[in-house]
């Protein structure tokens, strides 16, 4: 889908109003510390998909049911916060990039573990690759 900037811009401001909300204004502990990674906006900027991570050991899918269940009101603080004709119907998702920068820095761990990487790769270059992961979504 093609960006304008205008829907890049309020991508960026809806990522950083909720991300606000969520640390200030909810309570529920299934989303605590969950933190937003990026919004989607489609071009009317009447829906948005926001994109989580959640910490590692906890359940995704129980912080994404108190995500839902508390999608009303991140909306409506969304609409108090952020001037716009319309507030967007919020979709919450994992994000994608993360579990498979994690995925890729264990298997980089356990092929150590298992002698079949060269010492010289070490956590710079497993860094290096997750950010890349999560830099272009691959």
Request: aromatic share 4%; proline share 5%.
């Amino acid at each position: 889908m093609r960006s304008f900037p205008r829907t890049r811009a309020m991508s960026e401001t809806v990522r950083e109003v909720i991300a606000r909300i969520l640390l200030e204004e909810i309570a529920d502990p299934r989303v605590e510390f969950v933190t937003v990674t990026g919004v989607e906006l489609s071009p009317d900027l009447r829906y948005a998909t926001i994109y989580v991570a959640v910490p590692e050991g906890r359940d995704p899918s129980d912080s994404l049911e108190g995500l839902k269940r508390a999608t009303g009101r991140i909306r409506s603080l969304l609409g108090e916060r952020v001037r716009a004709r319309y507030t967007a119907e919020l979709t919450f998702k994992v994000d994608p990039a993360i579990e498979e920068a994690t995925r890729i820095a264990n298997a980089i761990r356990s092929e150590r573990e298992l002698g079949r990487v060269p010492d010289e790769v070490d956590e710079v270059e497993e860094a290096a690759a997750a950010e890349d992961v999560a830099d272009n979504g691959v």
